[in-house]
């Protein structure tokens, strides 16, 4: 199907079903004898209860099994700055997968507000009210602070699926695709094209996974990264001139262009192309070149062109073609594990933890040079994703509850399970058009 039927189909779609998502009950109503019990008088004593003991919250209350989707519409997909309202569309649709592959209720909240210090204020006071939260959307810098100082001050999860999210996944991807062509984590030499919140948390990721931070090289707009930049030296980037002294320890300068000359690695995490990386470019980079064109929707440079040049491994955030480097493989089963466990916020170290699991899962089922990581059909791999995590949550002392390894895995596997029978059922039963 064309872009173009595509998009009419969606816009029909979205009027014919007014959203994605809706709320239902999921305890049983025989008759209005039950509302005594699941409302007044008999909700009072359960308000008491967690009066008394405010952590039972969680065995009382859905809180447990629910995120707030944040969003104030200043970065939307590859949109830019639409607003809010715009945003909701996007929104709603992270929550029908957050819930499809999840099980995790998730609720878009998009603020009519894009002060910074306003949406952190505003994330702090809806914190009884749920049990993680998913940042989404919002523009570079403040994205950096907000995330922060959120997990800094707060005691329920705070993932930037943007930062943290396409972190994990690419890193996945790149563990398998070093795999296949034979080469080693610390050896290799590595250009992020883009100096976004995606490619900055994905450099940082990357160095935990170990990587050598002076075989990085960033390139921004006007530029490689290096401590010549007086421009981001004297400037308001203070992240900015944290990777200048960080990575680039040839200290190179110049573009793209002479970034990409005898790297290892691409991975592109900027403007949309076609063009933005050109097929001379990466000729010049070394022999079994990985390359990761990952902007929407137009890759910076197209998988063909690509190969053509001499990359052995593409992947994008494409689903048409090989390879597809696609968040949604990560948020939904990383949220089940940190609910599951009660977790009070996210790590690096859990981070890598699923991007191991990810590329552990694509493994056993075989990779090759088109098939480094899975996809969305492959199901199975979310429970194992929140096994992952919540056994590293677990680790690192930060669960307020503890299962062994099969206990865990059975949990979040019959929460996932139901999630995809309700779906099923109502389709089956034409309770949705």
Not at 140 to 154: A, G, S, V
Not at 179 to 199: C, I, Q
Request: hydrophobic share 40%; charged share 25%.
């Amino acid at each position: 199907m064309d872009e173009e039927a595509i998009n009419k189909q969606a816009i029909e779609a979205h009027k014919r079903c007014k959203g994605k998502i809706e709320i239902i009950p999921k305890c049983p109503i025989r008759s209005l004898n039950d509302f005594s019990i699941w409302y007044t008088p008999g909700v009072a004593a359960v308000c008491k209860k967690i009066n008394e003991n405010e952590d039972s919250v969680f065995d009382y209350t859905n809180k447990w099994n629910s995120v707030a989707i944040i969003s104030d519409g200043t970065r939307v997909l590859g949109l830019g700055n639409i607003g809010p309202k715009a945003g909701i569309p996007v929104m709603e649709g992270k929550a029908m997968l957050f819930k499809y592959f999840g099980g995790v209720d998730a609720i878009p909240i998009c603020l009519g507000t894009t002060d910074k210090d306003k949406i952190i204020e505003t994330v702090k006071n809806l914190q009884p009210s749920f049990g993680g939260i998913n940042l989404e959307d919002i523009e570079k810098p403040k994205c950096f602070e907000i995330l922060e100082t959120l997990k800094k001050e707060m005691h329920i999860p705070v993932f930037h699926d943007d930062q943290q999210g396409t972190a994990t996944v690419i890193l996945a991807g790149l563990i398998n695709a070093m795999k296949v062509v034979g080469k080693r984590t610390d050896e290799v030499s590595l250009t992020m094209v883009g100096a976004g919140a995606a490619g900055f948390k994905t450099v940082e990721m990357l160095i935990k996974a170990g990587f050598d931070p002076k075989k990085i090289i960033i390139a921004d707009s006007k530029g490689i990264l290096n401590q010549s930049r007086d421009d981001i030296k004297n400037g308001k980037g203070a992240y900015k001139w944290e990777m200048c002294i960080k990575t680039n320890g040839e200290n190179r300068e110049g573009g793209v262009q002479e970034a990409l000359k005898g790297s290892d690695i691409c991975i592109a995490l900027s403007k949309p192309g076609p063009g933005t990386i050109k097929k001379e470019w990466i000729s010049k980079m070394s022999d079994d070149a990985i390359v990761f064109p990952c902007a929407n929707p137009i890759p910076e440079i197209m998988p063909d062109e690509a190969k053509e040049a001499g990359a052995r491994i593409v992947a994008t955030g494409r689903s048409d073609f090989p390879n597809q480097v696609n968040n949604s493989i990560g948020f939904p089963g990383i949220f089940r594990g940190v609910l599951d466990v009660r977790a009070k916020t996210i790590t690096d170290g859990m981070c890598l933890a699923v991007a191991n699991e990810i590329a552990r899962f694509a493994e056993e089922k075989g990779i090759n040079e088109d098939y480094i990581i899975p996809n969305m059909n492959e199901w199975e791999l979310y429970p194992r994703e929140a096994v992952s995590i919540g056994m590293e949550a677990i680790k690192e002392g930060l669960a307020r509850k503890k299962f062994a390894k099969s206990e865990l895995y059975s949990i979040s596997l019959s929460t996932i399970e139901r999630s995809r029978k309700i779906v099923q059922t109502m389709m089956k039963n034409k309770l949705v058009k």
